[in-house]
């Protein structure tokens, strides 16, 4: 088993510019998960997915934050335009089942620079 | 209110000694709580879970649950400098969002040799 994988790693941007991060979660989990880590608020849910529909949205900051799921093995995480505050590492987490042992199994996750 | 909430540390505790992290959350919906541990520069991995009341132990680990007092605590035992990271609390939304995990805002815990 590969876990949930992420890409880029890393990515430093221009104010403005579009960015794209990529999740494959791990197959036969029907949940995925994006979240947003900063030091000051620590980690944010974004939105997550079931079944490739979206669930819930309402962690998504703003508009210029997009999420899509196209099939069970792939999901993004779109900003455009992107800002300096937007800065942080985003994960992406992916889970069998809520609410028992299996818990969530985190990516390495997408450290975003924007300057 | 935050939903999760963690005693901010950070926690320094010697080489053999019992760190002891604390949680307390607010939607009394909630129902299994999750302990995880993020390195630095690392994403967080799943170290416990525990959905009843009373005591769960794995190895060193033990995590405690009291619905009640909306309280969660993770003990570990025999500390070692390994164990020095950061430590999330997160217990999953009830009701309708019963798949949506909430984390605090971590404890650090820095164990000295």
């Known amino acids: 088993d590969a876990g949930v994988i992420q890409s880029p790693r890393h990515e430093v941007t221009e104010m403005g510019q579009e960015v794209t991060l990529r999740c494959k979660p791990i197959?036969?989990?029907?949940?995925l998960f994006w979240y947003r880590q900063t030091m000051m608020r620590g980690l944010e849910l974004l939105i997550y997915f079931n079944n490739n529909v979206p669930i819930d949205d309402s962690g998504m900051p703003e508009d210029r934050f997009s999420a899509k799921m196209p099939n069970a093995s792939f999901s993004t995480l779109k900003i455009q335009p992107s800002e300096p505050r937007d800065s942080a590492v985003y994960f992406c987490?992916?889970?069998?089942?809520?609410?028992?042992?299996?818990?969530?199994?985190f990516g390495s996750g997408t450290r975003l620079t924007v300057v | 209110q935050k939903e999760v909430e963690q005693n901010s540390g950070p926690l320094s505790v010697p080489e053999g000694a019992i760190a002891s992290l604390n949680c307390t959350y607010s939607?009394?919906?909630?129902?299994?709580f999750f302990w995880y541990r993020q390195y630095s520069g690392k994403s967080p991995e799943l170290i416990m879970f525990?959905?009843?009341?009373g005591d769960k132990e794995d190895g060193r680990f033990t995590a405690q649950l009291n619905k009640a007092s909306q309280y969660v605590s993770l003990l570990i035992r025999d500390s070692q400098p390994s164990d020095s990271a950061t430590y999330l609390c997160a217990g999953n939304a009830g009701g309708t969002s019963y798949g949506k995990l909430t984390f605090g805002q971590g404890t650090i815990l820095t164990v000295h040799p």
């Open positions: 525990i959905y009843s009341n």
């Open positions: 197959s036969g989990h029907d949940y």
């Open positions: 939607d009394r919906g909630s129902q299994s």
């Open positions: 987490a992916s889970s069998k089942r809520t609410g028992t042992a299996n818990g969530y199994t």
